[in-house]
């Protein structure tokens, strides 16, 4: 017997990207006009809502569009290559983790977060709320995405359910000193 369980995607609210974590971030980051977003190589989920989203944000602040690419490892000439020539006054990471290794970065140049640049991350992984400072983050329903995923396949098992779900969720910015406004 073929089993077949159709497509399922379960992801965060599209408009959430282009309505209102940018602008927060910018907002949060107090006056601040070079916001580089920074994206995984190569891009995938949804990697290209938040790169919409941004584009129409920065669009509609009036802010120029700085928008670079973060292959991993980060090594020291792509952080030069990719962060320091754009001259971002604010850095928005593909996740926390990728947020820790431009704070280590950051540092190593002396610069200081939030006092010079900004930095914010995604997945409000649990180190995130520690660094020094706290980092500004994005916190995903994880645990309701996989219990409606589960309740989906769990249908679709027993013969029942939509051959595509698609559901949307909220996320939640959570703001924290790392985006705190520029000091002069």
């Known amino acids: 017997m073929a089993w077949t369980i159709g497509i399922v995607c379960i992801g965060q609210e599209p408009s959430f990207f282009s309505a209102r974590y940018f602008r927060e971030v910018a907002a949060a980051a107090g006056g601040r006009r070079r916001i580089l977003l920074l994206l995984p190589y190569p891009m995938t989920g949804d990697y290209w809502e938040r790169r919409r989203g941004y584009e129409a944000s920065v669009a509609a602040l009036g802010l120029p569009r700085l928008v670079g690419s973060l292959p991993r490892p980060i090594t020291p000439a792509m952080f030069e290559r990719g962060v320091l020539l754009a001259a971002p006054d604010a850095l928005i990471a593909p996740s926390d983790q990728d947020a820790l290794a431009l704070l280590g970065r950051l540092r190593r140049h002396d610069i200081r977060v939030p006092e010079q640049i900004a ?55 959570v703001l924290r000193e790392s985006t705190a406004p520029a000091r002069v």
């Open 119 to 173: 930095l914010a991350g995604f997945d409000d992984e649990e180190f995130a709320a520690e660094l020094t400072p706290p980092l500004t983050t994005v916190a995903q329903p994880v645990a309701e995405m996989a219990r409606r995923a589960t309740a989906y396949l769990a249908e679709r098992l027993a013969g029942c359910g939509p051959a595509r779900y698609q559901e949307i969720l909220p996320n939640r910015l």
